[in-house]
């Protein structure tokens, strides 16, 4: 039986402040055990959380980028549970008046466009880490754990799409268009690998418009491991449908290394939060001028942003997608358009040979050796049919590995392509003397055969000959 | 209003009590009376009324993002009934 699939995220967004939400306490990561800790994040009697502007500034900054409206009016909630990784037993979150409700981000996918409803950006603090400790080393069979609250009272976003997500391939897109939101406004470092963005997923399968119950996944901590578990659990819940069985509603756990999912706990007490107000900390009430000054201090936007790269210089989705994902790559790119080249071409340069080595080598693009004027350069010197596509390839390798720009090393190493149709008829008639089977072949029709002479032509010149000349010089000379 | 031993329980589950039969069936009376106290004030006509979580008319009350001094971690522990190396010890949580 065909089933629709539908998804809607979780994701929690470590904020890049100095201090604390609500203590001034440094919120950075690591540092020996509870050294990052005052009275008010360890909750001793007495001490009083005061909100951290930056913190209120950033998730404002994160709705608008959502296209959210911004609540008038907003309130902290405690957040009660009864777990050690929070030394108050209750989280300082938000309820029902978050900070921001009601938003969208489209999301571009081959041919088509996906628009995913946020239906809230809420503020809350992190919890403190848990060791749990015991024979197994696991959270089952522990003898006692260690909590270390150095991450007690970070500031954290939480953002809630509505269930629009309708494959594991939009539910990657849609983090990969978030993080790079995020990293384009400059909250948050947004490292899945370390923690600071975590997407938790929510997934049903229905065979009608009534949606399945809902089975929600945590653990993933890369954008791969969040495609593939929300393709494992569809898969899953299908074989359940159809073998008659019903789907049971539960958290589940990834497993990266096993490729599964397996149930965690059941979401039943999901309830017993008692959420009650925060009677410590005071409503947020932005003014419309502060929001105004927030909406001013973001810069163009990742979806504006591919939006305009597209209509301006016909860039294909998949290349606009990679230019994009990272503003100081996206920079890179227009600064390198200034030199006049084919914004395709430039595009493809760096999408493809310059992110493969940055790659490599484990280089930021902020870091490159090789500018964006060289890229410029390097794509004006094939155009002008100076160099062949393949000569560029390995030029830009040298410019890498030494910051020479790539016109001074064609200067260097006379790495002119071969374009004079004597020099390069000379070569060919040699191959063709030299082989008289593939001219053969050639004659028979053999498509290849102009391949091999075209190759042994290339091993002549070193490279260096006009694939175009050469291969028209072949043709004529067989004809 | 009444409620139920099976509330009392749950509750108490919250709360992390463990209760008497006896316990249970006085608090089970006790909390039924809070309510039906909650239920009487609840029949106000509050109609002309803000709803209210804040006593004060202050709102919008921050802090620059500045950090301060912490404690060390031995001071951070010098408190818990069970502590080893400035961390937190507790019973296994499940
Ligand atoms: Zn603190």
């Known amino acids: 039986m065909d089933y629709l699939t539908t998804i809607g995220l979780e994701i929690h967004v470590e904020l890049l402040t100095n201090s604390k939400m609500f203590c001034g306490c440094p919120a950075d990561f690591g540092g020996d055990p509870n050294t990052k800790t005052c009275p008010v994040c360890l909750g001793h009697p007495g001490s009083l959380p005061v909100m951290n502007r930056k913190a209120v500034e950033s998730t404002i900054r994160l709705g608008l980028s959502l296209n959210c409206d911004i609540s008038p009016r907003s309130i902290f909630h405690r957040k009660n549970y009864f777990y050690p990784d929070m030394p108050k037993n209750y989280q300082i979150s938000q309820y029902d008046i978050p900070l921001c409700v009601g938003g969208c981000l489209d999301v571009e996918m081959e041919g088509y466009a996906r628009k995913v409803g946020i239906t809230r950006v809420h503020l809350e603090e992190d919890t403190g880490k848990s060791l749990h400790v015991g024979e197994s080393g696991r959270i089952h069979g522990a003898d006692f754990s260690l909590e270390n609250f150095n991450r007690a009272g970070v500031p954290l976003a939480e953002i809630v799409t509505e269930p629009d997500i309708k494959s594991p391939e939009e539910a990657r897109a849609f983090a990969q268009l978030l993080r790079s939101t995020i990293r384009y406004i400059g909250i948050s470092d947004g490292k899945m690998e370390e923690g600071s963005l975590r997407v938790d997923a929510n997934i049903s399968i229905s065979a009608g418009e009534e949606l399945g119950t809902k089975v929600e996944i945590k653990n993933m901590n890369s954008f791969k491991a969040l495609q593939r578990a929300l393709a494992y659990e569809e898969e899953r819940q299908r074989k359940v449908l159809n073998e008659g069985g019903t789907i049971v509603q539960e958290t589940r756990h990834w497993d990266d290394a096993a490729g599964i999912t397996h149930p965690l706990r059941s979401k039943e007490e999901a309830f017993d939060y008692r959420y009650f107000p925060e009677p410590d900390l005071l409503p947020v009430e932005p003014e419309p001028a502060w929001i105004d000054e927030l909406r001013e201090s973001l810069p163009e936007l990742p979806v504006a942003r591919a939006g305009r790269l597209k209509s301006e210089y016909g860039l294909p989705v998949e290349m606009v997608s990679a230019i994009i994902a990272e503003k100081a790559l996206a920079d890179f790119y227009e600064e390198a358009l200034k030199s006049g080249g084919d914004p395709r071409e430039i595009a493809k340069w760096i999408a493809g040979d310059l992110a493969a080595l940055l790659n490599e080598q484990s280089v930021d693009i902020s870091g490159s050796p090789v500018t964006p004027a060289y890229i410029g350069e390097l794509v004006g010197l094939i155009t002008k049919k100076t160099i062949s596509g393949k000569m560029a390839k390995d030029l830009l390798k040298e410019t890498f590995s030494s910051g020479k720009s790539p016109a001074k090393i064609v200067k260097e190493k006379g790495l002119l392509q071969i374009a004079d149709e004597d020099e390069l008829m000379s070569m060919v008639e040699k191959v063709i003397a030299e082989n008289p089977e593939a001219v053969e072949d050639f004659k028979n029709g053999k498509e290849q055969s102009l391949k091999f002479m075209m190759g042994q032509v290339m091993k002549m010149s070193r490279g260096k000959a006009n694939p175009q000349i050469t291969s028209d010089l072949i043709k004529q000379k067989l004809s | ?94």
């Open chain 2, 1 to 94: 209003m009444s409620i139920s031993i099976e509330d009392v329980e749950h509750v108490a589950k919250l709360a992390k009590l463990v209760l008497t039969d006896e316990e249970k069936e006085k608090f089970r009376r006790q909390l039924s009376d809070v309510l039906d106290h909650a239920k009487r004030i609840s029949e106000m006509d509050t109609g002309e009324t803000e709803p209210t979580s804040h006593a004060v008319p202050i709102v919008n009350v921050f802090r620059e993002d500045e950090r301060r001094a912490t404690l060390s971690n031995e001071e951070a522990v010098s408190n818990a009934p069970w502590a080893v190396d400035g961390e937190f010890k507790v019973p296994r949580i499940i």
